[in-house]
């Protein structure tokens, strides 16, 4: 199977849009995993989950996801953050306040985990250093976990055996080979982008190929 592996949509639909069309020409996908903001700072919080619900898919919550239906407080976003969230609110119906309301903050799919920000702290926690993956090993049981938040993809890697973490960045169609060691990946940002790259980011999982594949 193919999986097609998003976070941090912010409520950007044509991003959202742009990301599908393209995974489809590079191949398509069965099944959308999501690591949560799908709503925040962007115009459409409505059509993006829609959009999200017209797809096999399992997500899981973010903290804007949350913090849009009042579900977690605001006091530690920054003015704008907090602003986006009350207008995302106005936007939404009820329908949509209920799915994200009912958004698990962590997820198991096979030998992934699936959470936005780490599984220490699955809404807050930033991981972006080997430093911060050193703290996050105990927290989940599979060989590999899926992180959201920071808005920049990357891989990181940790050999038992040598007891030594390291940080790989992927370039656009960069592959990873899954091997027997345990990891932490980010697909980046769909919605906004904070790695110096303007463009939509996100991964494709074959798990056939076992291989993760940087777009």
Request: aromatic share 10%; hydrophobic share 35%.
């Amino acid at each position: 199977m193919r999986h097609a592996i998003l976070a941090d949509i912010h409520s950007n639909l044509e991003a959202f849009k742009a990301v599908l069309v393209d995974a489809e020409i590079r191949g398509g996908f069965d099944q959308i995993w999501c690591l949560g903001d799908i709503v925040g700072y962007g115009p459409d919080p409505c059509e993006c989950i829609e959009l999200l619900r017209q797809h096999d898919h399992v997500c899981v919550a973010g903290n804007n996801d949350w913090a849009s239906i009042g579900k977690v407080d605001t006091y530690d976003f920054n003015p704008e953050a907090a602003i986006a969230c009350r207008s995302t609110f106005g936007r939404l119906g009820s329908d949509e306040i209920d799915y994200l309301s009912n958004l698990p903050k962590v997820l198991t799919q096979n030998d992934f985990t699936l959470v936005h920000g780490s599984p220490r702290d699955p809404l807050w926690e930033y991981v972006m250093s080997t430093t911060m993956v050193r703290l996050n090993l105990n927290h989940f049981d599979t060989m590999y976990c899926l992180i959201g938040h920071s808005h920049v993809p990357q891989v990181y890697a940790y050999d038992k055996n040598a007891d030594e973490c390291r940080s790989h960045a992927l370039s656009d169609g960069g592959t990873f080979n899954l091997i027997k060691q345990r990891f932490m990946i980010n697909p980046g940002s769909v919605g906004q982008p904070r790695d110096g790259n303007p463009k939509a980011s996100y991964m494709i999982y074959d798990s056939d190929e076992h291989t993760i594949t940087h777009f």
